[in-house]
Structure formats: C-alpha cells, structure tokens
C-alpha cells in the first residue's frame, strides 16, 4: 500500500477525534476520486493534500482500501464522526461487502445515531442492492444483520415524519425480495 495512504490509517487509528475525522474524509475523498474522477477537481483540492491528489490508484489498490476500510469502521476507538465518514464513503460503492458493513455499522451503533440518519442510509441503500444482481444474498443479509428490526424501532421510537416513509421502505423490501 502506498505510504500516504498508509499514513492516512495510522491516523485514523491514531487518539484524536479531529485527526480521525479528517483521515476519515480524506479516505472517503480518495475513494470517490478513484471511483468517480470529476472533471472539476476543485473540490477533492481543497480537502486532499498533494501527495494524495498525486495518487492514482488502480482498482485493486481502490479495492485494498476499500476493504480496509470495512474491517476498521466498527473499531471502538474511532470516534461516531469518523465512523460516519467512512459509512458515508462506503455508501457510495455498489459492492455488497460495502453495503454489510454498512448494514453491521446500522445494526450495532442505532442507539447512537439519529432515526432520519438511520432511514436515509436504510433508504438509499437497500432498494439498489435488492434490485441488483445479488438479491438473495443482499436478502441473506437483510436478516442477519436484522433490519426489519431496525425498522420497527424506526417506526416506534422515530418521529411521526418517519412512520409513513419506514411503511413504504418495508414495502418496497418486502416486494423487491418476494421477485426471487
């Protein structure tokens, strides 16, 4: 692995919630460029320093990062904004072992988090991958990682914004799994 981005992960696991947070969007950053390079770089230069606008990864050091990143977002000693960087970036690549980690980070931290926060990541994307070519394993991790229980407490403990959108979502979960 490249040494700056090595030395992005020493500072994610590093003490500090502001050197987490900060390597945890610079990660997200250089993940998102290398999936999706825009033509306007303006933005990923006023967040990434040189060294890692220099980088241009190959899709298996993309890949390598990516898994790494997925082993480390539920590690006690990052902070919850750093965590949720990571989910954020994590969010944006199809792949199911992404969406897992997303789904273990949702499942074991929903106590901490915001309902809407919750509903919205749930929202965003669980429908894509129902949809894609790997529902019934996508399926197979809706249950284990019990998001139907999420979602009843959603619909119980959320507010009364929420009670309408979590029916449809559970609809929408239960329609796309039954075309199996």
């Known amino acids: 692995m490249n040494s700056a981005v090595s030395t992005l992960f020493q500072r994610l696991e590093a003490p500090g919630e502001d050197s987490q947070k900060e390597a945890a969007v610079e990660l997200a ?3 998102e460029r290398s999936r999706s390079p825009a033509p306007d770089d303006s933005v990923h230069r006023l967040i990434l320093p040189e060294d890692l606008l220099q980088l241009n ?11 790494r990143i997925c082993s480390k977002v539920l590690l006690e000693r990052l902070s919850q904004n750093a965590k949720i960087s990571l989910i954020s970036a994590l969010g944006k690549i199809p792949r199911l072992n992404c969406f897992e980690a997303i789904l273990r980070f949702l499942t074991k931290q ?10 919205a990541v749930l929202v965003s994307i669980v ?4 949809a894609g070519d790997e529902r019934d394993r996508v ?3 809706l249950k284990e990682h019990r998001v139907e229980s999420v979602l009843d407490r959603l ?3 959320g507010s009364d914004r929420l009670v309408d959108p979590v029916r449809r979502l559970r609809q929408q979960i239960h329609k796309l799994s039954s075309h199996t």
């Open 155 to 157: 619909a119980q403990r």
């Open 127 to 130: 429908p894509a991958h129902l």
């Open 29 to 31: 950053m250089l993940i």
């Open 139 to 141: 399926i197979g991790l």
């Open 57 to 67: 990864l190959s899709n298996e050091e993309a890949d390598e990062i990516v898994e």
């Open 110 to 119: 929903f106590e901490l988090l915001d309902d809407e926060g919750v509903y």
